[in-house]
Nanobody, 126 residues
Framework: QVQLVESGGGLVQAGASLRLSCAAS????????MGWFRQAPGKEREEREF???????????YYADSVKGRFTISRDNAKNTVYLQMNILKPEDTAVYYC????????????????WGQGTQVTVSS
């Protein structure tokens, strides 16, 4: 079992930056691929949108087209933490952001995540 706790959300103006963090409970965190997803207001859980994913070592990353060039996923395995640096935020980025853990990168690319955090709210005003 892996417990994930997100932090760093908040209310910002369009064009601002935020960095989200996701702390994992297990020392084996480094073996998991990690991803970020978001759920926009009014959307159901099943409509969560993929944002970014990282291989266990950070050597490979993948982004949704909507955030490519603005968001960066990174991880510090020594701290059991994955980050999402979000720049040039737009009102359409408003959502609850979730981190998730997959057993490996192939699982992550298929959208098969085993563990999820509780989410952190990001609100971008225009």
């Amino acid at each position: 079992q892996v417990q994930l706790v997100e932090s760093g959300g908040g209310l910002v103006q369009a064009g601002a930056s935020l960095r989200l963090s996701c702390a994992a409970s297990r020392r084996t965190f480094s073996s998991y691929a990690m991803g970020w997803f978001r759920q926009a207001p009014g959307k159901e859980r099943e409509e969560r949108e993929f944002v970014a994913a990282s291989r266990w070592d950070g050597g490979s990353t993948y982004y949704a087209d909507s955030v490519k060039g603005r968001f960066t996923i990174s991880r510090d395995n020594a701290k059991n933490t994955v980050y999402l640096q979000m720049n040039i935020l737009k009102p359409e980025d408003t959502a609850v952001y979730y981190c998730a853990a997959a057993y490996d990168y192939d699982f992550a690319l298929r959208g098969e995540y085993a563990y999820w955090g509780q989410g952190t709210q990001v609100t971008v005003s225009s």
